[in-house]
């Protein structure tokens, strides 16, 4: 008896996708060994097709079924947007250098990369692929796990932008990487950016990712961190998307020896988001703390995928998650640790806590710990429940209405993860996004 080959139905979302590449990849930037790059992750795309539930990564978040139609790939932005976007207000009186990739492609002139502080360079991802800078197309190579989204986004990466800052040298003003869409009409980015800090090395970076109100884009973002050995990186990561919006955000971050590693980022947008981190110890006794907050509402569903790879000695790694959800929306933390053969005196702790406000809310988290070294202190944890009503009795005895006590209980939920950013400009800027999201709810 001969078993018959199962073909599975393409969806009209996977069919576009791979009908897109054979129109673009012509046009997209790069040659020979980046068109390599990008034929092999199609191809692999073309056989696995959107990840489903079937996936146990994606057990919780069916893309193939949330993504049902595929956006027109954005070939570029047409001129500056009409309006200041949400980034903007955000950062509004915070020095910082901002640079801003629009509808796909990296804008010199929305950007302030006149007069760089010396030791930080700043380039676009296309001008660096048509050079055929070898060292970038290896790093775009490298690091990158197996993830369908992450071979689209190799597949259709059209720009972004590749910041370098020279070994020894410590950067005193934030850089903004702005991702923003312009367009009124639906649309598809595939972007990436790579960072890259030498030895001793420190930089605070902050990532946003916003289109307008209304409009239903499609973001696939990828961003690629090399720490170098000794170095230092505070990121904050902001998701304001507009609520019909499907955002897919990767971090791939390389840990050198010694390195350390602050990440913070804030989901406050999209119809669907997907927020996943793999970060890899490459070298001893480096550090990580890397926390996150949801505000969720309406029927949203956010998705945080984490997993932390120990491949060396003496790593310490912290992280803390936490999850506001009201009205019908979900939830998702998926959080993996893992100790390679030989990584011993890891020391690595994770959290994930979901506070739901409504009946109908839903939370999801599934932790874990995979161990194959003996010396080691690892711990893992996920609570869910609802605001403490002894708290809430304790706030209205005092004077204290029932909308106005349950905003201070949220804040001081939020706060803890938010407490982690050590700049207090932006960690005064993040609890107020907070503020705002909580007024609307009352």
Known sequence: MTMANVIPVKTPAET?????????????PGGGGVLSLRDGAIAKFREKGLPHRRVE???????????????PVATGCEGAPAEPGKAEAFLAGIEHIRLVVLDGAFSPGLST?????????????????ARGDEALIRALGAGSPDNAVLDLNTAFMSDGVVVTVDAGVRIDVPVAIETRHSAPTAQATFTRSLVALGAGAGLTLIDSYEGPDGVAHQTNAALAIEIGD?????RVSIQCQALEAQQISSLFVTLGKGASLQSFALEAGAALARNQLFVTYAGDNAKAM??????????RHADTTLVVDHAALGGESRELFKAVIDGEARSVFQGKIVVRPGAQKTDGRMMSQSLLLSEGAEADAKPEL???????????????????????????ARGIPQAAAEAILVQAFVGEAVETVENEALRERLLTVTEAWLAKRV
């Open 16 to 28: 576009a996708l791979g009908e897109a590449f054979g129109r673009l990849r012509e046009t997209l």
């Open 57 to 71: 990564e994606w057990k919780y978040t069916d893309l193939r079924n949330l993504m049902r139609e595929a956006n």
């Open 113 to 129: 990369v006149s007069a760089l502080p010396p030791g930080l360079h700043v380039t676009s991802l296309a001008d660096a692929l």
């Open 230 to 234: 000794g170095a230092r990186l505070h």
């Open 290 to 299: 890397i926390a996150g907050a949801a505000l969720l509402a309406g029927t």
């Open 370 to 396: 995979e161990i194959f070294a003996d010396d080691v202190q690892c711990a893992h944890g996920a609570t869910c429940g609802a605001l403490d009503e002894d708290l809430l009795f304790y706030c209205k």
